[in-house]
T-cell receptor, first 110, second 117 residues
């Protein structure tokens, strides 16, 4: 059974720092991995989608990597800003089964 | 970017009432999903659909039912609400292409926060 784990569960860093969020999954047979952002009381916003054949995707200050063989993905946020404060979720997709992690609650200190 | 709408955004209702949570998307996406999320917990897939007249159950057992009569509309119904149904319900859609696995970015609605007293 696929399990998705995100570490750390919560993170507070000063504005301007670079940071890394981690996601691990137990079954490497996935179609894709997606990173989302969720603001309190709201839906999810897709940040990056990495297909199983890809190693990384970049969008602005965000870079996500995927190592399928080891069951790991990282989300790198450069030059963090207070507006980056949110919960970041990763999700893996296989056979229409989309499994989410519990997320990392990120707080950027001004 | 997909436009996907959910109504109501917040609903407080008494036990035993029948409720329908609405979800609509304007992007012509074939695949739609319903997730349930408790505070601080992960999302769990409860229903999904490949297109009109297609409905499937997700990983998490749910007493709710769904229908897909039109491409853009995927309502979720609870026949008799109970306090255990209190949760946030999130609807999503993606542009699913048969055989094109791994390419479907999901777009989410704002969610409906349901409280059953």
């Amino acid at each position: 059974k696929q399990e998705v784990t995100q570490i750390p569960a919560a993170l507070s860093v000063p504005e301007g720092e670079n940071l890394v969020l981690n996601c691990s999954f137990t079954d490497s047979a996935i179609y894709n991995l997606q990173w989302f952002r969720q603001d309190p009381g709201k839906g999810l916003t897709s940040l990056l989608l990495i297909q199983s054949s890809q190693r990384e995707q970049t969008s602005g200050r965000l870079n996500a990597s995927l190592d399928k063989s080891s069951g790991r993905s990282t989300l790198y946020i450069a030059a963090s800003q207070p507006g980056d404060s949110a919960t970041y979720l990763c999700a893996v997709n296989r056979d229409d089964k989309i499994i989410f992690g519990k997320g990392t609650r990120l707080h950027i200190l001004p | 970017e997909a436009d996907i709408y959910q109504t109501p955004r917040y609903l407080v209702i008494g036990t035993g009432k029948k409720i329908t949570l609405e979800c609509s998307q304007t992007m012509g996406h074939d695949k739609m999903y319903w997730y349930q999320q408790d505070p601080g917990m992960e999302l769990h897939l409860i229903h999904y659909s490949y297109g009109v007249n297609s409905t499937e159950k997700g990983d998490l057992s749910s007493e709710s039912t769904v229908s897909r009569i039109r491409t853009e509309h995927f309502p979720l119904t609870l026949e008799s609400a109970r306090p255990s149904h209190t949760s946030q319900y999130l609807c999503a859609s993606s542009e699913w292409k048969q055989g094109a696995f791994g390419t479907d970015t999901q777009y989410f609605g704002p969610g409906t926060r349901l409280t059953v007293l």
